[in-house]
């Protein structure tokens, strides 16, 4: 499974933004997807995640309220719609796949898009 993230870019404080992820190789519908992130100088945080069939959905309490994730499996789709951003969501954003909603680990990472909020 191939994953490619795109459409990070500078936005104000309160802008919003949406990530994409195309996932090829394989059929994502079998994937939980998810969401991470790095800040300059921290470690990798998780943001969000979606089940294969999107009946589960979780998010970094971070985030929660102001982001969403969803999927398109029709066409091999993960986005984050991320509103209401702030200075502290600048990251490089990562999509990621996984086989088990409730166990293992991500195997799967794309290269990452850079998300930058100025204030």
């Known amino acids: 499974v191939q994953l490619q993230a795109s459409g990070g870019g500078l936005v104000q404080v309160g802008g919003s933004l949406r990530l994409s992820c195309a996932v090829s190789?394989?059929?994502?519908?079998?994937?939980?997807m998810g969401w991470f992130r790095r800040a300059p100088g921290k470690e990798r945080e998780f943001v969000a995640a979606?089940?294969?069939?999107?009946?589960?959905?979780d998010y970094a309490d971070s985030v929660n309220g102001r982001f969403t994730i969803s999927r398109d499996n029709a066409n091999n789709m993960v986005y984050l719609q991320m509103n209401s951003l702030q200075p502290e969501d600048t990251a490089i954003y990562y999509c990621a796949a996984k086989s088990n909603w409730a166990r293992g680990r991500y195997g799967y990472w794309g290269q990452g898009t850079l998300v930058t909020v100025s204030s």
């Open positions: 190789g394989r059929p994502s519908s079998p994937y939980v």
């Open positions: 979606i089940s294969g069939t999107a009946r589960l959905i």
